[in-house]
C-alpha cells in the first residue's frame, strides 16, 4: 500500500504537508477515534480522504451540505480517486453508479448525506459494502448547543458502535461546551484523540459596521471587489432575491440561492460558482453554499449571523488558498431584536435559550468591539493573540471614552427595578420618559429617573447594546427579555472597576431616527413567548398558527397582559370557544402560574362586568352556605342559577324569587345578600 506522503504527492500533487495535517492522518489511517478542529481552509479533507486511500474497504464520510459532498467527490474523480455520494440531489443515473461501484469493489469514499442513517437499510447496505471506517464533515453539527444542529447527526454514533469501527470527526469551529458535546454523543464520552490546530485565518480582513442604508452598503462592498467571487449571506430567502436583482442592476453577474429554489436551480447555481470567475451569490445561512471554491475572495453579511460559530463558519469560505481575503458584516438594533425573538421563540428548555443569548451576546461583543477583533475573536475560541494589522479597528482605531458612569446608571435602574424589566423600559427610566407603565410601577419616583437625560433613547439603546456584548446584562428567558445583570458588572457597579465602550456607535445611533416596530422593546419577549406557545399548539393540532390565533391578537395580548381569563375575554379576537380552547394556556404565559379551570356557566360571562357580580354572588352563597349562625340546613343555588342573577341584575327579592332555580327558601337565605351584592356592582 502507498504511504499518505506519497498519495500527496502524486495524487494531489502536493509536495508537504500543512502544519499539523500528518499527525491526525497518521492518528485516523491508525484506527483510532480522532477529533479534529481545524480552521476553514486547514485541509481537513485531506486528513480522512488519505487515510481512506491507504486502507481496505470503504469509508464512509457523513457531511450536511450536499453542495460540499458533490465538490469534493468531483475533485477526487477529477484526481483519479474512487468516490461516490448519495443524497437527495443525486439523479437516479448517478444513484445506481454508486451502488455498481460499490457492488464491484472499487468505491474507496462513500459521501452519505445524515438523512440516509434513518433508513434500516442503510446500516444493511453500509456492513455489506465492507465499511472499515467512519469520517464526520461539520461535526458541531451533532451538538444540540451548536450553531447549525441537524438532528440526524445524532444517529452517527449508533452507526458506529453497530457497525464496530473507527470514527474521525472534522469542524472547523467548536467552543469547548461544543466540543465536550460532540465527545459524548459521537464516542461515547471517551476521550478520542484530539488535535486542536488553531482558529486563525491571517489571510481574512474582519470589518463590522453599523447599518446605514444597508443595501447601498452591500453594493459599495461590492463594487469596490467587482470582478471577484463573493458570497452575500442574508437571513431571509425573499431578501436573497432582492439583493441579488439590485447587484444585477448595478452591473455585476449575482444570482440568489435558498431553500426555497427548485433542487436542479440550486445544483445549476453551484456549478455556475463553480466555473464562473467574478460571480456574486447572495444566499441565506441556512444552506450555507458549502461550496469547496478555494478562490472567494470576499464575504459579507447583509444581517447579523447567529452566533460567533455561524459568523466563523461563514467568513471562512473566503480565502481559501490562503490569499488575501475580505469581509463585511453589517449589524443594528432590527437584527438584534429578530435574533432575541428567534431564540425566545424556539421551543428548545431555558438553559438552552440563555446559552443562546449568551452566545449572541458574545457576538455583539465582536461587532462593538473597541479593538483588535482577531485578537477577541480568536479569545472566544480559547486562544491568544496580539493586534492582527488585518481588522477595521487595526486599520482605524474606534473612537472611545469612560462610559462608568452610564454603566453604573444603567445597572442601577435594573437592579432598582427588581431585573425585571426590559431595556426600552430602562431607557424611559434614564430618560426621564413619564411613560404610563413608567408611572404606573412609581418608577418615576426612583432616584435613577431621568438622571441619563444627556443621552437620546437610541444612544442609551447603544449603550444596553455594548453592555450586552460585554456580557454585563442578559435577557432572562424565564421573565420574558427582563435584563440582569451578570457578575462581570458587579465590580463596575461597586466602583472597583471603570469600563471604556465606543463612542462612534452611540453617536451613529443617535443620529438615526428610532425604527417604527409592531410592539415595543418591552413587550417583544413576551410577544415571543407567546408566539412560541402558538406555534405548539398549532403543531399539535396540525394548523396553521393563525388558526390559533392572529398576529395582531397576540400583540394585543403582549401589550395589555391580561391577568386572568377576564382580561383575556376582552382581547380582540377571543371568542368563547378560543377562550375556552386556548385562553388559559396563553394567561398561563402572560403570568407565569396556572390558570385554575372556570365552570363552563362562569366562563359564559367571562370579560363582562357580570362575571365579577358571580364571583361575588358564588362567595356570599358559601359563607350562608348554612345560614348566618352557621347552623342551618345547607342550602345553595346552582351555577346557572348564579349566572342567570348576575345577567339579570333583579333589583327586589320578587325578582329574585321568579329566576329559575330560587324559590322562596333560597331566596329567604340569600335574596337580601344578593340584592347587596347587585347594588355594589
Known sequence: MPT??????????????????????????????????MPTGGGKSLCFQLPAMCREGVTVVVSPLIALMRDQVRALRAAGVEAGALTSGNTDEETEEVFAALDEGRLKLLYLAPERLASGAALQMLRRVGVTAIAVDEAHCVSQWGHDFRPDYLRIGELRRALGVPLA???ATADEETRTEIIERLFDGEAPSTFLRGFDRPNIHLAFEVKDNPRKQILGFAAARKGQSGIVYCGTRAKTETLAQALREAGHPATAYH?????????????????????IVVATVAFGMGIDKPDIRWVAHADLPKSIESYYQEIGRSGRDGTPAETLTLYGPDDIRLRRSQIDEGLAPPERKDADHARL????????????????????????????????????????????????????????????????HLIDILTGNATEKVRQRGHDQLPTFAVGKDLSKPAWGAVFRQMMGRDLVRPDTERYGALRMTDAARPILRGEENITLRKDTIEAAASRPVVKTLVSDEDAPLLSALKAKRRALAEAARVPAYVIFPDRTLIEMAETRPQDLD????????????LESYGGAFLAVITGAETGALHPQRMRLAGRDAGAIFDRLAEVQLQLHRGPDGIDKPLSCTQTTLRHIAEKRPATLAEIDRISGMGSAKTDRFGVAFLAVIAEE
Do not use: H, W
Open 169 to 171: 470527526a472534522f469542524t
Open 4 to 37: 499518505p506522503a506519497d498519495l500527496l504527492s502524486s495524487v494531489f500533487g502536493f509536495s508537504e504537508f500543512r502544519p499539523g495535517q500528518a499527525e491526525i492522518v497518521d492518528a485516523v489511517l491508525a484506527g483510532q477515534n480522532t477529533l479534529a478542529i
Open 361 to 424: 451576546n458574545a457576538l455583539l461583543g465582536l461587532a462593538e468591539a473597541t479593538a483588535c477583533r482577531r485578537e477577541m475573536l480568536l479569545r472566544y475560541f480559547g486562544e491568544t493573540s496580539g493586534p492582527c494589522g488585518n481588522c477595521d479597528l487595526c486599520d482605524r482605531p474606534a473612537l472611545l471614552f469612560d462610559a462608568t458612569d452610564a454603566v453604573r446608571k444603567a445597572l442601577s435602574a435594573i437592579l432598582r427595578t427588581g431585573e425585571s424589566f426590559g431595556a426600552g
Open 259 to 279: 431553500g426555497g429554489m427548485d433542487a436542479e436551480d440550486r445544483r445549476a447555481t453551484e456549478a455556475r460558482f463553480q466555473r464562473e470567475d467574478g460571480l
Open 567 to 578: 382580561g383575556m375575554a376582552r382581547i380582540n379576537g377571543i371568542g368563547a370557544k378560543k
